[in-house]
């Protein structure tokens, strides 16, 4: 395992020399890599392609690689609950919900109470909904086939193995804070927010009285004389 060097102060100056933050930051042996060789964002560039695959197909129907995959999902299980759509998927209960509320629009799957636990609701695929997840799932497979074609079955194994597990340390990952970023309220203090107007939002100046218009001077109601009586 590399040793870590000591934590060394990073300094950062506000443009007008007024403001200084410190901070502590840890650094490894090896030059950290570039954005383009970190594992994070070549997982970003292989799920980008995935996507822009799925749409040429998606969007007639008016899917996304979401709801293709819950379709997908549905045909496999036959029936799943909404919490499991959402440990399965690792998304939010919200994006879940919303995915599910398309796809019941365009009645694609049913939902319903389960008997057992009525806060819990169940989703299957009608048969329109089984058609296009037949569809889905075949899409899918065809780009698994192709992906895997020239790799050997050993190297699939170490491909898929590692796959699992960066979803294991990730799953970890997600629980753990991982670095200490600045407060807003100190890079508000560097950019100067509130302190004077941004150039695309120029400062307001009162005119002075003279300069102002004349208030217009309210009209008098004529007054009537008294009848006077012989």
Same mark, same amino acid.
Request: proline content about 7%; charged content about 30%; hydrophobic content about 40%.
């Given at each position: 395992?590399?040793?870590?060097?000591?934590?060394?102060?990073?300094?950062?100056?506000?443009?007008?020399?007024?403001?200084?933050?410190?901070? !502590?930051?840890?650094?490894?042996?090896?030059?950290? @890599?570039?954005?383009?060789?970190?594992?994070?964002?070549?997982? /970003?560039?292989?799920?980008? *392609?995935?996507?822009?695959?799925? +749409?040429?197909?998606?969007?007639?129907?008016?899917? +996304?690689?979401?709801?293709?995959?819950?379709?997908?999902?549905?045909?496999?299980?036959?029936? #799943?609950?909404?919490?499991?759509?959402?440990?399965?998927?690792?998304?939010?209960?919200?994006?879940?919900?919303?995915?599910? #509320?398309?796809?019941?629009?365009?009645?694609?799957?049913? *939902?319903?109470?389960?008997?057992?636990?009525?806060?819990?609701?169940?989703?299957?695929?009608? !048969?329109?909904?089984? !058609?296009?997840?037949?569809?889905?799932?075949?899409?899918?497979?065809?780009? /698994?086939?192709?992906?895997?074609?020239?790799?050997?079955?050993?190297?699939?194994?170490?491909?898929?193995?590692?796959?699992?597990?960066?979803?294991?340390?990730?799953?970890?990952?997600?629980?753990?804070?991982?670095?200490?970023? /600045?407060?807003?309220?100190?890079?508000?203090?560097?950019?100067?927010?509130?302190?004077? @107007?941004? @150039?695309?939002? @120029?400062?307001?100046?009162?005119?002075?009285?003279?300069?102002?218009?004349?208030?217009?001077?309210?009209?008098?109601?004529?007054?009537?004389?008294?009848?006077?009586? !012989?």
């Amino acid at each position: 395992m590399k040793a870590p060097l000591k934590p060394r102060k990073a300094t950062a100056l506000a443009s007008t020399g007024q403001v200084v933050i410190t901070r !502590e930051v840890s650094d490894t042996v090896d030059a950290a @890599p570039e954005m383009a060789q970190r594992v994070t964002f070549l997982v /970003h560039r292989v799920s980008a *392609r995935l996507v822009m695959v799925g +749409n040429r197909h998606f969007r007639a129907h008016d899917l +996304n690689h979401y709801s293709a995959r819950i379709l997908v999902l549905l045909l496999e299980k036959e029936e #799943l609950r909404t919490g499991e759509l959402v440990d399965l998927m690792v998304l939010p209960q919200s994006t879940i919900s919303s995915q599910l #509320l398309g796809l019941h629009k365009k009645r694609l799957i049913r *939902r319903r109470r389960s008997r057992q636990d009525n806060r819990s609701v169940l989703v299957s695929l009608t !048969e329109a909904g089984r !058609e296009l997840a037949r569809d889905c799932d075949g899409l899918s497979l065809r780009v /698994h086939d192709a992906l895997l074609r020239d790799v050997s079955a050993d190297d699939r194994a170490t491909v898929f193995a590692f796959l699992r597990k960066i979803d294991e340390q990730l799953a970890e990952l997600e629980k753990q804070d991982l670095y200490p970023f /600045h407060p807003p309220e100190e890079l508000q203090a560097l950019t100067g927010v509130g302190d004077s @107007p941004t @150039p695309n939002q @120029p400062q307001r100046v009162a005119r002075p009285a003279a300069a102002r218009s004349p208030a217009r001077p309210k009209p008098v109601s004529p007054v009537r004389p008294k009848s006077v009586k !012989e």
